[in-house]
């Protein structure tokens, strides 16, 4: 028996247990996909733009550096989000005229900057913890749908009053389909919720690499 024909056969729970799977599937895959593009944008767009905003930096060109991290062309970047806040931060205490001390000031470009990098972060996890969800639960949704092909394939076998194999064969098979695909859901969610959440900590590794690199900077320069 081919898999449309099982699912011809298939009582309604069964049927809304694989509807559930195949979407718990789309929602993964389309979580993946989507945070992997980001991604890749993201670590080729900060590629980019480290060494150019660096260079505005050592030339004392602060306005061009914070209209650097606010082009389109790096909407994507995490490092422009965390270093552009705090280069805007610093700029708008210096033309404000706070007079605030170099320590007052650099604890206001700092809370800026770990703002940002809080935002950012949250940002780069978006939908990844839907992944962890439907990596633990899919089994448990197969098994729901196995066990109530179990009892249907029993109680077929009280109605004919057989106890053959060949009785409960075809709903024995059916139920366990759902159990396969419920491991076929979960097995590619927990790999791309892995391999995302490993690529999300790199990216907060840079961040705060960058955060600290840009107080230094602001450090020595009003030294």
């Given at each position: 028996m081919d898999l449309i024909e099982m699912?011809?056969?298939?009582?309604?729970?069964?049927?809304?247990?694989?509807?559930?799977?195949?979407?718990?599937?789309?929602?993964?895959?389309?979580v993946a996909v989507e945070r992997i593009f980001t991604f890749v944008q993201a670590r080729s767009q900060s590629k980019l733009f480290a060494p150019q905003v660096a260079k505005h930096l050592k030339e004392g060109r602060l306005k061009e550096a914070i209209a650097l991290a606010s082009s389109k062309n790096y909407r994507y970047s995490h490092l422009a989000k965390v270093v552009g806040a705090g280069l805007q931060e610093y700029q708008f205490q210096m033309e404000s005229g706070g007079g605030l001390s170099r320590e007052d000031l650099m604890d206001t470009v700092r809370r800026s900057i770990q703002r940002a990098s809080a935002l950012t972060a949250n940002d780069l996890k978006k939908g990844v913890p839907a992944l962890a969800t439907i990596g633990s639960t899919a089994p448990f949704v197969g098994l729901l749908g196995t066990v109530v092909g179990v009892i249907n394939a029993f109680q077929g076998?009280?109605?004919?009053?057989?106890?053959?194999?060949?009785?409960?064969?075809?709903?024995?098979?059916?139920?366990?389909?759902?159990?396969?695909?419920?491991?076929?859901?979960?097995?590619?969610?927990?790999?791309?919720y892995n391999f995302l959440t490993g690529r999300v900590e790199y990216f907060n590794v840079e961040m705060d690499n960058s955060s600290s690199e840009l107080v230094d900077?602001?450090?020595k320069k009003t030294a």
């Open positions: 699912w011809g056969t298939m009582g309604a729970v069964a049927k809304g247990v694989a509807v559930v799977l195949f979407i718990m599937s789309m929602w993964s895959f389309g076998i009280g109605a004919s009053g057989s106890a053959g194999i060949g009785a409960v064969s075809v709903g024995i098979s059916e139920a366990l389909v759902e159990t396969a695909l419920g491991l076929v859901v979960a097995i590619p969610a927990v790999w791309f900077f602001f450090i």
